[in-house]
């Protein structure tokens, strides 16, 4: 299998934001890092954000229970 080219399922990015606590949230791709990991890819590109960048951003705070910690992203 080749290297996972995210670009390829729906041209959209990862989006992961790293809280004031140190905890990751998958904000949207889940299903591109699973992807990823199905291909047993260690390592593969994603935006990361700052819970001030993703307020900046998206307009919206980063309250506890948002995206997904699934799989773990380090």
């Known amino acids: 299998m080749g ?3 995210q670009s390829l399922s729906d041209k959209s ?7 004031r606590f140190g905890n990751y949230h998958i ?3 889940n299903h591109r ?3 990823a990991r199905e291909q047993e890819l260690g390592f593969i590109d994603v935006e ?4 001030q ?3 900046d951003f998206s307009g919206l705070d980063l309250n506890r ?3 997904t910690r699934n799989p ?3």
């Open 33 to 35: 890092v699973m992807a």
């Open 3 to 5: 290297p996972f080219d």
């Open 65 to 67: 229970g948002d995206g």
């Open 72 to 74: 773990l992203v380090e």
């Open 27 to 29: 904000l949207d791709g």
């Open 53 to 55: 960048e993703w307020k």
């Open 13 to 19: 990015p990862i989006r992961v934001v790293k809280d």
């Open 48 to 51: 990361l954000y700052t819970e």
